[in-house]
Structures are given as structure tokens and as C-alpha cells.
């Protein structure tokens, strides 16, 4: 992160978006932005830098972010909000709820609104406004003062199209994401360094974008031949996964549900490497710290969306149209690369 973009010490007032913000006194007369990022977890984590740098052209303003409730920590950790709504996001059927976002937007008085989620939602948010004047808003939504025109869009990045989209808004100078997990003690987790952190799981309704689980265990009994300790991370969703892992290589450490966002960070900065699918806890790994290796199918695309380290070459990335088709022994190869080990 460059030295003059730093996160602040702030305790942020949370709130649902429709209720009063419960802004002290001190925030009378400055500046007011609105940042919205809703979703997902890997665009979230990608976000990170542009927050900072977001933060760093205001330093003197009261910025709110607007997201969803499971962000809620990782948008405390950050340290550059001084408040967080979170967005119910109502059906736009449900006009009670949408009548209490817009109570919120407006009543907000905000100077400025960076939409980084970009979505037809959000950009519905700024319709919210009628009939009172609209913020400055940063974003695609038609007739907005800072839109982001580059018809390029669309094949970018997700981070390349945030930095080229704060560069229309005025904003040139944006860092990597970086993210911070606390101190964490390892032997609470009863893990030996060195250790590799393993991601097997994804979001359950792409199963193309996981590779099989029995690949990730013979990976990791490979790893084991090394006195590399496979730590394997994911939700009680996931157990079905991280159990044939498990069973597959006992001197594996299964932390099946017991790990936070912020937990996964702290693991990712203490790892000599990450593994796993195209999913959001690879994206917190590489911003921690982890060199990384993620697995993509044709499912999607690295040049869009493979998670960004914070080094050059922090990230590598093996794809195979089929997962199903993508052998141990070659990402066994990239191991080997990466850690510097002999065959």
C-alpha cells in the first residue's frame, strides 16, 4: 500500500439502510460520500484498494459505505468508513423497503456517491433520488456527473475497471487491495508451520468451477511428502468436500467452519502458499499476503476476475475448460514452482 494511503482508526456506526445514521457531532460540516459495494466476496476483497483510495482524496470527509451484512467486519477492518449501512436489498416489489432506501440516500446529504458495484440495482439507487437534486455520483448510471464511459468496460479487470473508473472521477492514484487479518495463534487452530492453505470449496450452484475433491486430496498428501501441512478452509456447506479431503490425508488440519474472513487473512499472511478454486477466500489470501495458485474452468475468465496479490507475480493461475480434466500432476508442477521444491 503507498505510505500515503492509510486506513483510520474509526469506529464505524452500523446501521440498516432506512434508519438514521447515528453520526456524532464532529461530522457536522464535512464532506459527505457514499460508497456503495454490495457483493460478492472476491469483488468486496477487490474493492479494498479502491476504498483506501477513496479515503485518501477525502481524508477530511464523513464516508458511509453501503453493503450487504455478511461485509459488515471486513468493512469495520478496513478502517476507512466511519459508518457502514447495510442494504436489505429489497425486492423492488417490496416498496416499503425500497421507500426506506431512499429515505436513507436522501436524507444521507451526500456530496459525492461512488458506485463500485456497478449493477442495475445500484444504478436503480440513483433514480432514489427524484425529485430532489442528485449527488455527484461516480458510476454508469445514465445521466449521472462522473460516469465511467470507457466502452472497454466490460472486458476489463474488476479491478482494472474500478481504478479506470475512480481515474474518471478524478481519482489516479489507487493501490492493490491489501487486507489485514489480527494476530492469530496458530496452535488455537492446532496447525504446524510450514503450512499450505487450502481452499476446496465454491459457490454451490457452479459446481463446474470446483475442482473434485479427490484431486485436492491426492494434492495434499503430495504436500504432506514435503512436511507441508494442508490446512483446508470452508463452511459446514462444504463438508462433503473437506471430509474426502480429510480422509484422504490425515495429517491434513480441517477447519471446516471455523474460520471468519478475517481469520482466513490471518492464515493467509502466516502461509508459505494458497490453493484453491476461483472463489472468494482466494481473493482474502492473495490480498493478505499468500503467494497463491487458483484453479479456473471455462466457467470463468482469469483476465476478468483472478484475485490480485500484492506483489507482481503474487498470483499464478491453472485453467483447464473441464476441471475434471486437470491432472494433480500438473498442479503439483506449479507447487514445485513456486516453493522451489525438488521433484
Known amino acids: 500500500m503507498n505510505d500515503d494511503i492509510m486506513s483510520m482508526p474509526v469506529d464505524p456506526v452500523v446501521t440498516t439502510a432506512g434508519k438514521e445514521l447515528a453520526v456524532d457531532g464532529s461530522a457536522t460540516g464535512k464532506k459527505r460520500i457514499l460508497v456503495i459495494k454490495l457483493s460478492a466476496l472476491g469483488d468486496v476483497i477487490l474493492a479494498m484498494g479502491p476504498f483506501a483510495a477513496i479515503r485518501a482524496a477525502h481524508p477530511d470527509a464523513h464516508i458511509t459505505v453501503l453493503t450487504t451484512r455478511p461485509f459488515v467486519d471486513l468493512m469495520k477492518a478496513s478502517g476507512f468508513f ?3 449501512a447495510i442494504d436489505r436489498r429489497p ?3 417490496n416498496l416499503r423497503e425500497v421507500f426506506a432506501l431512499r429515505r436513507f440516500l436522501r436524507n444521507g446529504n451526500f456530496d459525492r456517491v461512488y458506485d463500485l458495484q456497478t449493477s442495475d440495482r445500484s444504478g436503480f439507487y440513483y433514480k432514489l433520488f427524484w425529485p430532489s437534486p ?3 455520483w461516480s458510476g454508469i ?3 449521472c456527473s462522473h460516469p465511467h464511459a470507457n466502452p472497454e468496460r466490460d472486458s476489463m479487470h474488476a479491478l482494472d ?3 479506470d473508473q475512480l481515474e474518471y472521477a478524478g481519482i489516479s492514484k489507487v493501490p492493490v487491495p491489501v487486507l489485514a ?3 492469530i ?3 488455537r487452530f492446532g496447525i504446524r508451520s510450514p503450512f499450505v492453505l487450502i481452499c476446496p470449496g465454491g459457490a454451490p450452484h457452479r459446481p463446474a468451477k470446483r475442482w473434485p475433491a479427490e ?3 491426492l494434492l495434499a498428501k503430495k504436500l504432506a511428502d514435503y512436511r507441508l501441512t494442508p490446512v483446508l478452509i470452508g463452511t459446514d456447506k462444504e463438508s462433503d468436500v473437506l471430509g474426502k479431503i480429510d480422509a484422504m490425508c490425515p495429517k491434513a488440519r480441517n477447519l471446516m467452519g471455523r474460520t471468519g474472513f478475517l481469520d482466513i487473512a490471518s492464515l493467509g499472511a502466516r502461509s508459505v502458499l494458497a490453493i484453491g478454486n476461483d472463489t472468494g477466500p482466494m481473493h482474502i489470501a492473495a490480498a493478505a499476503g499468500a503467494p497463491s495458485i487458483v484453479l479456473f474452468s471455462r466457467e470463468s475468465d482469469p483476465k476478468l476476475s483472478a484475485p490480485r496479490g500484492i506483489s507482481d507475480n503474487a498470483v499464478s493461475t491453472v485453467r483447464e475448460s473441464d476441471l475434471r480434466e486437470l491432472t494433480v500432476n500438473r498442479v503439483m508442477e506449479e507447487v514445485r514452482r513456486r516453493l522451489d521444491l525438488d521433484e
Open 141 to 143: 448510471a445514465r445521466g
Open 134 to 136: 442528485k449527488p455527484e
Open 185 to 187: 495463534d496458530l496452535d
Open 82 to 84: 466511519d459508518a457502514i
Open 215 to 217: 484431486r485436492f486430496g
Open 161 to 163: 475497471r474500478i481504478f
Open 181 to 183: 487479518g489480527p494476530d
Open 91 to 93: 425486492k423492488l416489489t
